[in-house]
């Protein structure tokens, strides 16, 4: 089988890889989808970030690994003790925790120092089939088009956000509105707050966000004035930090939940005098994961329609070598 395999700094290509056999209480996928996230970007333009380059402590793996953590599939085979059947759509849950920390045992699994992750410290989706753990996938109906499907995993990112912090009645910046962002910004709708305005550098980005649920758009010089009770940062970029800084009040709390690779400069003395709240958010508890496909398949992120980019798998190193506009790119497998 065909898998987009990164193998150290900008060398990502397409491998011809065995297809993997189910374990007990596993499953095989065929993929239908996996999309590119700014992680696997950063992974290929300025890794290794997440994918180890020696062995990993828990995982034992190693470079090359086969990027991808947004995916969907089929299952086509089913270990011994798996509750799954072949046919069944389901997203998997790309992290495996140790279950035994104080993180996990406390029910913050999405901080455990020892998780592997597909798709970084295991191999993940942009592949023709994936092993997974039939116990930690989620069903998709079938009647979810794929681009909605993909959004399992950066909707848990944004439910897990609001976990972290009550926007009920708030009134909510959200920084950024690439895809993660249109997340944020519906999660943020539905979850009551009283105000929600998306900021974004482009005008094309900020399209979309009054069909999620935005209140008000504007670019980064507006976000003085916006005064938010809390502000989510949810670009990745450093200059995004700044703009979420500049749009809390005084006594606001803001929420760092893109990805930085590279330390970050952020006007502390400003931190310091406005008493603003720093809080980082990473990731997904299995429950959130649980609750995004839920969600998606009741019909939440269906009233957006976003820019999306379908190329088959070997137009994948090509396209994690480039940033990309703002349209979600999901690799599919070509038919065998
Ligand atoms: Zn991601
Ligand atoms: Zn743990």
């Not at 599939?73 to 046919?87: E, F, I, M, N, P």
């Not at 966000?209 to 003085?224: F, Q, R, Y």
């Not at 839920?294 to 957006?304: H, K, S």
Request: glycine residues 12%; contains cysteine.
């Amino acid at each position: 089988m065909k898998a987009v395999r990164w193998h150290a700094r900008d060398d990502v290509r397409v491998d011809d890889v065995p297809v993997p056999m189910p374990g007990h209480g596993e499953v095989v996928l065929r993929i239908e989808g996996a999309a590119i996230c700014g992680t696997d970007v950063d992974e290929v333009r300025a890794g290794p970030v997440t994918v180890p380059v020696r062995p990993h402590p828990v995982s034992g793996r190693s470079a090359p690994i086969t990027l991808g953590h947004e995916m969907v599939g089929v299952v086509a085979s089913v270990g011994s003790g798996s509750t799954l059947a072949v046919g069944d759509r389901v997203a998997p849950w790309p992290s495996r925790p140790c279950g035994r920390c104080r993180d996990c045992l406390t029910g913050h699994e999405n901080r455990c120092p020892d998780t592997v992750a597909l798709g970084m410290s295991a191999d993940g989706g942009m592949a023709d089939f994936l092993v997974v753990d039939g116990a930690r996938c989620v069903r998709i109906g079938t009647g979810v088009a794929l681009e909605r499907a993909v959004l399992v995993e950066p909707y848990a990112v944004a439910l897990h956000a609001l976990r972290r912090v009550d926007v009920a009645g708030r009134r909510v910046a959200v920084v950024g509105t690439g895809s993660l962002g249109l997340c944020v910004v519906e999660a943020v709708a539905r979850a009551g707050a009283s105000e929600v305005v998306a900021v974004d550098r482009s005008s094309d980005a900020l399209e979309p966000a009054s069909g999620a649920g935005a209140t008000a758009s504007m670019t980064p010089d507006g976000a003085p004035a916006i005064d938010a009770d809390i502000a989510i940062e949810a670009a990745g970029a450093d200059a995004a930090v700044a703009v979420a800084i500049a749009a809390a009040r005084r006594g606001g709390t803001v929420v760092v939940l893109g990805g930085h690779v590279r330390p970050t400069a952020v006007d502390l003395l400003d931190v310091t005098v406005r008493e603003i709240v720093l809080q980082g958010c990473v990731s997904h508890a299995f429950t959130d994961f649980a609750a995004a496909a839920r969600a998606i398949d009741a019909g939440e992120l269906a009233a957006v329609e976003r820019p999306v980019e379908v190329a088959p798998l070997r137009d994948g190193p090509a396209l994690l070598r480039t940033g990309g506009g703002h349209a979600k790119r999901i690799l599919v497998p070509e038919a065998a």
